[in-house]
């Protein structure tokens, strides 16, 4: 079973059984559109603002190197997440512990694999239009009980601004950009595992 993380590590993804499947020729273009700007995506900056399914906030910033390394950092808690290529890696700072999981066995891995496809493994369950976005809803193949997200493409220009994750009861995260910058150089520093608050931190290889 596949996971998305943002801030701790989201709870299974649920599928909504009731949702029309969009045929392969209707969804086409629509795919094919945010594949190549998920793609184009190569390093990306952002400001990002998390919404939990009861309305509390966190906020902070975004950063994207592909293939394989994103970071969040929280402006609220010294918590993180980051990904360093391989692993994925969560640091609660009120435990002081961090925990770790291969990119590849959560959903995260769809963004940050080189080869970038929303077919295949996963495939786009919906497609619709609402309030100005394009909004494409992913599931994962072989196991659609694992829930699904949601991917908020803004029409004009053409951008993801935010995503969806909605959890096996029923409960949704939000995570909403601001201020993307693309096509910068990000400090190699930002993508590695450093230990906080030790006198000899440590580094993933």
């Known amino acids: 079973m596949k996971y998305f993380l943002s801030f701790a ?32 995506l190569n390093t990306a900056k952002a400001d990002f603002i998390q919404t939990a399914d009861n ?25 993180f997440i980051v990904a360093d290529g391989i692993f994925i890696y969560f640091y609660d700072a009120e435990l002081s512990e961090q925990t770790n999981a ?25 497609i619709t239009r609402k309030n100005g976005y394009k909004i494409l809803t992913l599931i994962q193949d072989g196991d ?30 939000e995570i909403t950009l601001r201020n993307m910058k693309r096509d910068m150089k990000l400090d190699s520093s930002l993508f590695a595992y450093i230990k906080p608050k030790s006198d000899k931190p440590s580094y993933n290889e």
Request: zero cysteines.
């Open 144 to 173: 659609a009980g694992a829930g699904a997200v949601k991917l908020f493409f803004n029409e004009a220009p053409y951008a993801l601004e935010k995503w969806q994750v909605i959890d096996a009861a029923g409960m949704k995260t």
């Open 102 to 126: 291969p990119i590849g066995q959560t959903l995260a891995d769809f963004l940050l694999r080189k080869d970038l496809s929303l077919q295949g493994d996963l495939s786009v369950q919906n």
């Open 55 to 79: 309305g509390s906030r966190l906020s902070g910033t975004f950063y994207l190197d592909r293939p394989g390394k994103l970071r969040f950092e929280y402006n609220e808690t010294d918590d």
């Open 9 to 40: 590590l989201f709870s299974a993804l649920i599928f909504m059984a009731f949702a029309p499947k969009t045929s392969a020729q209707t969804a086409a273009p629509d795919i094919l559109k945010a594949e190549t700007y998920l793609r184009g």
